[in-house]
Nanobody, 124 residues
Framework: QVQLVESGGGSVQSGGSLRLSCAASGYTYRPFCMGWFRQAPGKEREGVARIRTGGGITTYADSVKGRFTLSQDKAKNTVYLEMNSLKPEDTAMYYC?????????????????WGRGTQVTVSL
């Protein structure tokens, strides 16, 4: 059973930065894809960024391109989401997710393992 534990959320002012971490454990084979999703109050969960863990290929939502960077440390079984130039509209609960299956899509239903989330709040 894959376990994902997020950390690094917090409150910052607009234009600030945060780095989220997601530590994965409990798997026999490395998840094919790991991603970050976010959910703001009253809104659906949406994909932010994802990485194919084998080759390190990353994909980002248009809303965060150029501001967020997803990376991984295979030795630590951890992925990181560096978030810069944060905006109030980035305020949400951020969730780490993983899937052992090829595809690495933006769809919530394609990810079978989820962390509990970490809150990010950006104020004006």
């Amino acid at each position: 059973q894959v376990q994902l534990v997020e950390s690094g959320g917090g409150s910052v002012q607009s234009g600030g930065s945060l780095r989220l971490s997601c530590a994965a454990s409990g798997y026999t084979y490395r998840p094919f894809c790991m991603g970050w999703f976010r959910q703001a109050p009253g809104k659906e969960r949406e994909g932010v960024a994802r990485i194919r863990t084998g080759g390190g290929i990353t994909t980002y939502a248009d809303s965060v391109k150029g501001r967020f960077t997803l990376s991984q440390d295979k030795a630590k079984n951890t992925v990181y989401l560096e978030m810069n130039s944060l905006k109030p509209e980035d305020t949400a609960m951020y969730y780490c997710a993983a899937t052992p299956f090829p595809g690495c899509s933006t769809l919530v239903r394609d990810f079978g393992f989820w962390g509990r989330g970490t809150q990010v709040t950006v104020s004006l």
